[in-house]
Protein backbone atom coordinates (compact mmCIF):
# COMPACT_ATOMS: atom_id res chain seq x y z
CA UNK A 1 0.00 0.00 0.00
CA UNK A 2 1.40 3.03 -1.13
CA UNK A 3 1.46 6.14 1.28
CA UNK A 4 0.85 9.44 -0.43
CA UNK A 5 -0.86 12.65 0.75
CA UNK A 6 -4.00 13.97 -0.68
CA UNK A 7 -4.58 17.99 -0.67
CA UNK A 8 -7.87 17.45 -2.32
CA UNK A 9 -9.35 15.18 0.21
CA UNK A 10 -8.04 17.25 2.96
CA UNK A 11 -9.50 20.67 1.50
CA UNK A 12 -12.89 18.89 1.38
CA UNK A 13 -12.39 17.85 5.00
CA UNK A 14 -11.83 21.38 5.91
CA UNK A 15 -14.69 22.66 3.65
CA UNK A 16 -16.77 20.14 5.44
CA UNK A 17 -15.64 20.99 8.84
CA UNK A 18 -15.94 25.40 8.23
CA UNK A 19 -19.66 24.88 10.00
CA UNK A 20 -18.34 23.04 12.84
CA UNK A 21 -16.06 25.81 13.76
CA UNK A 22 -18.69 28.61 14.11
CA UNK A 23 -20.94 25.60 16.00
CA UNK A 24 -18.48 24.97 18.67
CA UNK A 25 -17.56 28.86 18.93
CA UNK A 26 -21.11 29.66 19.35
CA UNK A 27 -23.19 26.41 20.55
CA UNK A 28 -26.90 26.45 21.21
CA UNK A 29 -28.03 26.27 24.91
CA UNK A 30 -30.79 24.35 24.52
CA UNK A 31 -28.93 20.80 24.34
CA UNK A 32 -30.75 18.31 26.36
CA UNK A 33 -28.94 17.59 29.82
CA UNK A 34 -29.63 13.64 29.97
CA UNK A 35 -27.73 13.41 25.67
CA UNK A 36 -24.73 11.72 25.71
CA UNK A 37 -24.79 9.69 28.70
CA UNK A 38 -24.91 5.91 27.98
CA UNK A 39 -23.24 5.43 24.69
CA UNK A 40 -20.07 6.26 25.62
CA UNK A 41 -18.86 3.00 24.30
CA UNK A 42 -20.31 3.98 20.87
CA UNK A 43 -18.94 7.27 21.33
CA UNK A 44 -15.52 6.50 21.87
CA UNK A 45 -16.03 3.56 18.70
CA UNK A 46 -17.39 6.72 16.32
CA UNK A 47 -13.88 8.92 17.36
CA UNK A 48 -11.44 5.81 16.37
CA UNK A 49 -13.47 4.71 13.18
CA UNK A 50 -13.61 8.54 12.58
CA UNK A 51 -9.55 9.14 12.81
CA UNK A 52 -9.16 5.57 10.89
CA UNK A 53 -10.97 7.06 7.81
CA UNK A 54 -9.82 10.37 7.72
CA UNK A 55 -5.77 9.29 8.16
CA UNK A 56 -6.97 6.34 5.45
CA UNK A 57 -8.45 9.30 2.81
CA UNK A 58 -5.49 11.87 3.27
CA UNK A 59 -2.84 9.08 2.85
CA UNK A 60 -4.07 6.21 1.10
CA UNK A 61 -5.56 7.44 -2.25
CA UNK A 62 -4.90 5.57 -5.28
CA UNK A 63 -5.62 8.83 -7.67
CA UNK A 64 -4.77 11.68 -5.14
CA UNK A 65 -4.91 13.92 -8.12
CA UNK A 66 -7.81 12.81 -9.51
CA UNK A 67 -9.23 14.74 -12.15
CA UNK A 68 -12.45 17.57 -11.28
CA UNK A 69 -14.13 15.84 -14.38
CA UNK A 70 -15.09 12.52 -12.66
CA UNK A 71 -18.74 12.14 -11.78
CA UNK A 72 -17.67 11.55 -8.29
CA UNK A 73 -17.58 15.33 -8.17
CA UNK A 74 -21.07 15.63 -8.64
CA UNK A 75 -21.82 13.63 -5.49
CA UNK A 76 -19.47 15.88 -3.71
CA UNK A 77 -20.60 18.88 -4.67
CA UNK A 78 -24.42 17.83 -3.66
CA UNK A 79 -23.39 16.39 -0.61
CA UNK A 80 -21.70 19.16 0.14
CA UNK A 81 -24.25 21.96 -0.90
CA UNK A 82 -27.30 19.86 1.02
CA UNK A 83 -24.71 19.71 3.99
CA UNK A 84 -24.14 23.84 4.02
CA UNK A 85 -27.94 24.27 3.49
CA UNK A 86 -28.31 22.16 7.03
CA UNK A 87 -26.06 24.27 8.75
CA UNK A 88 -27.85 27.78 7.31
CA UNK A 89 -30.91 26.17 8.36
CA UNK A 90 -29.74 25.71 11.78
CA UNK A 91 -28.16 29.30 12.20
CA UNK A 92 -31.14 30.85 10.46
CA UNK A 93 -33.26 29.05 13.30
CA UNK A 94 -31.94 30.68 16.06
CA UNK A 95 -28.92 27.97 16.87
CA UNK A 96 -31.30 25.45 18.72
CA UNK A 97 -30.05 21.67 18.92
CA UNK A 98 -33.39 20.54 17.71
CA UNK A 99 -33.20 21.86 14.18
CA UNK A 100 -29.78 19.50 14.41
CA UNK A 101 -32.30 16.40 14.55
CA UNK A 102 -34.91 17.49 12.24
CA UNK A 103 -35.51 15.75 8.98
CA UNK A 104 -34.87 17.54 5.44
CA UNK A 105 -37.11 16.35 2.90
CA UNK A 106 -37.89 13.26 3.92
CA UNK A 107 -34.24 12.14 5.23
CA UNK A 108 -33.94 11.01 8.77
CA UNK A 109 -30.33 12.31 10.14
CA UNK A 110 -29.24 14.32 6.92
CA UNK A 111 -26.66 16.09 9.37
CA UNK A 112 -25.36 12.60 9.36
CA UNK A 113 -26.18 11.31 6.21
CA UNK A 114 -24.72 14.43 3.83
CA UNK A 115 -21.43 14.64 5.20
CA UNK A 116 -20.42 11.30 5.21
CA UNK A 117 -21.94 10.64 1.60
CA UNK A 118 -19.51 13.33 0.39
CA UNK A 119 -16.70 11.59 1.82
CA UNK A 120 -17.94 8.44 0.64
CA UNK A 121 -18.07 10.29 -2.89
CA UNK A 122 -14.38 11.62 -1.84
CA UNK A 123 -13.14 8.32 -1.46
CA UNK A 124 -14.23 6.66 -4.87
CA UNK A 125 -13.11 9.65 -6.52
CA UNK A 126 -9.60 9.38 -5.27
CA UNK A 127 -9.63 5.69 -5.49
CA UNK A 128 -9.06 4.99 -1.98
CA UNK A 129 -11.50 1.66 -1.18
CA UNK A 130 -9.87 1.13 2.15
CA UNK A 131 -11.00 4.95 2.99
CA UNK A 132 -14.38 3.99 1.40
CA UNK A 133 -15.29 0.60 3.95
CA UNK A 134 -13.98 2.97 6.62
CA UNK A 135 -16.72 5.72 6.11
CA UNK A 136 -19.59 3.37 5.70
CA UNK A 137 -18.73 1.56 8.89
CA UNK A 138 -17.97 5.39 10.07
CA UNK A 139 -21.61 6.72 8.79
CA UNK A 140 -23.12 3.45 10.35
CA UNK A 141 -21.60 3.72 13.95
CA UNK A 142 -22.48 7.90 13.63
CA UNK A 143 -25.89 7.10 12.85
CA UNK A 144 -26.28 4.95 15.66
CA UNK A 145 -24.51 7.31 17.86
CA UNK A 146 -26.90 10.15 17.31
CA UNK A 147 -29.86 7.23 17.16
CA UNK A 148 -29.34 6.08 20.72
CA UNK A 149 -27.98 9.31 21.92
CA UNK A 150 -31.56 11.20 21.50
Same mark, same amino acid.
Given at each position: ????????????????????? !??? %?????????? *?? @???? +?? $?????????????????????????????? !??? %?????????? *?? @???? +?? $????????????????????????????????????????????? @????????????
Amino acid at each position: MKVTFSYRALIIFILLMLPNV !VYF %ISPPTDVPKT *LG @GSVK +LI $GAAENAIRAISFLLLFFVPKNPNASLKSPW !VIG %IVIFMVLYFV *LW @GRYF +LE $GSSYAVLGKDFLGIPMPMVIFPVGCLICTGFWLNCIPAVISLVIF @GIVHALSHFVGN
